[in-house]
DNA sequence: CGTTGGATTGGCT
DNA sequence: GCCAATCCAACGC
């Protein structure tokens, strides 16, 4: 609790273009502790900080981008600082940071925040009412319904790094990034360990229609 | 505690 | 058609 509570001094630092016009790598871990800001149609504004993110870029399989533009993926292309927002699974949204230089695709999933229900990415998506129609919002934007700011900052001390949650490709990158024992990362209610991916995700739907078939 | 399957829409080949 | 950057309930041991 103390934890998001903790917004730095007085002096606010001013959030920049360039902080996110770096490697997707680098971005990632230092959106730790940053305070996501939304504000509800009602009026209302939410804050809470980072807790947990997952760094995708274009080079990488698991990335939206990895296969060149689309409608979808599109903002992912243009220049940093901006709100990726999609859609998955048929029923949840997840949102990102768009980052790398204007013109070069890449973008940090923000997985959790330091407040209740936050604790994963269509869970944050669904409590702060964030869907497609923020997609492209500027983060830097303090009018925007959704934008950052500077929050606690943490080292490397702080900060645990594991494989990405939930991918059947590229698993072996160590991209994803937590603040170390935070109580709301994603994934801590059962403590269960991330070993059980979907081995043979192929095998597994081609029975599973091969059963609907012979119905 | 570990593992599996269902829900449910739309993006992309 | 296939299956996904998810989540939760329901199993089995």
Redesign the pocket.
């Known amino acids: 609790m103390l934890d998001y509570l903790v917004v730095k001094g007085t002096t606010k630092e001013k959030l920049t273009r360039e902080f996110f016009a770096r490697p997707t790598v680098e971005v990632a871990p230092d959106l730790l502790g940053m305070i996501l800001v939304r504000t509800l149609p009602g009026g209302e504004v939410l804050r809470a900080p980072i807790v947990e993110v997952?760094a995708?870029t274009q080079d990488d399989p698991?990335?939206?981008?990895y296969?060149?533009v689309?409608?979808?993926?599109r903002i992912?292309f243009g220049p940093p600082g901006f709100a990726?927002v999609?859609?998955?699974?048929?029923?949840?949204f997840?949102l990102?940071v768009v980052t790398e230089v204007d013109g070069t695709p890449g973008?940090v999933?923000i997985?959790a925040l330091g407040t209740e229900g936050c604790?994963?990415?269509?869970?944050?998506c669904r409590q702060w009412d964030i869907d497609r129609s923020l997609n492209g919002t500027d983060f830097l934007d303090c009018n925007a319904p959704l934008h950052l700011e500077f929050g606690t900052k943490y080292g490397a001390e702080h900060i645990s790094i594991s494989e990405?949650?939930?991918?059947?490709?590229a698993t072996e990158r160590q991209w994803r990034f937590f603040l170390t024992d935070h109580p709301h990362v994603?994934?801590k209610?059962?403590?269960?360990?991330q070993?059980?991916k979907?081995?043979v995700?192929?095998g597994?739907?081609?029975v599973?229609?091969a059963r609907l078939k012979t119905k």
């Open positions: 997952e995708y698991a990335c939206h981008a296969r060149g689309t409608e979808r993926c992912m990726y999609y859609f998955i699974y048929g029923m949840y997840c990102n973008a999933l997985r604790d994963g990415p269509g869970k944050l990405r949650i939930g991918l059947n490709v994603s994934g209610k059962s403590s269960r360990k070993a059980s979907r081995r995700a192929k597994v739907s081609q599973k229609t």
